[in-house]
Nanobody, 126 residues
Framework: QVQLVESGGGSVQAGGSLSLSCVASGAAFGSACIAWFRQTSEKEREGVAAIYSGGDSSYYADSVKGRFTISQDNTKTTVYLQMNSLKPEDTAMYYC???????????????????WGQGTQVTVSS
């Protein structure tokens, strides 16, 4: 049973930084795509960033390019999301998700991913 556990959320003032972690367990991943999504009560779940170890590729939403960086450790079971220059509009529940594959067409689609974590809250105050 695949499990994803997020950590690192919290509250920060605008302009600050936070680093989120997502640890995947429960299966042997030769390669996998792990993505970060976020959701608020007013907006649908949206893709923030993704990293695919099979193609050594990473993807970002336009709204976070240049501010967020996604990376993974050497075991490829932990994915990090470094968030800099945070804005109040970045406030959301952040979820990590896993699927065996992703590309530029599907990485931001919540329906593509079969495994999800419980989420971690990020709050950015102005």
């Amino acid at each position: 049973q695949v499990q994803l556990v997020e950590s690192g959320g919290g509250s920060v003032q605008a302009g600050g930084s936070l680093s989120l972690s997502c640890v995947a367990s429960g299966a042997a991943f030769g390669s996998a795509c792990i993505a970060w999504f976020r959701q608020t009560s007013e907006k649908e779940r949206e893709g923030v960033a993704a990293i695919y170890s099979g193609g050594d590729s990473s993807y970002y939403a336009d709204s976070v390019k240049g501010r967020f960086t996604i990376s993974q450790d050497n075991t490829k079971t932990t994915v990090y999301l470094q968030m800099n220059s945070l804005k109040p509009e970045d406030t959301a529940m952040y979820y990590c998700a896993l699927e065996l594959y992703c590309d530029d067409d599907v990485w931001s689609r919540p329906g593509h991913f079969g495994y999800w974590g419980q989420g971690t809250q990020v709050t950015v105050s102005s």
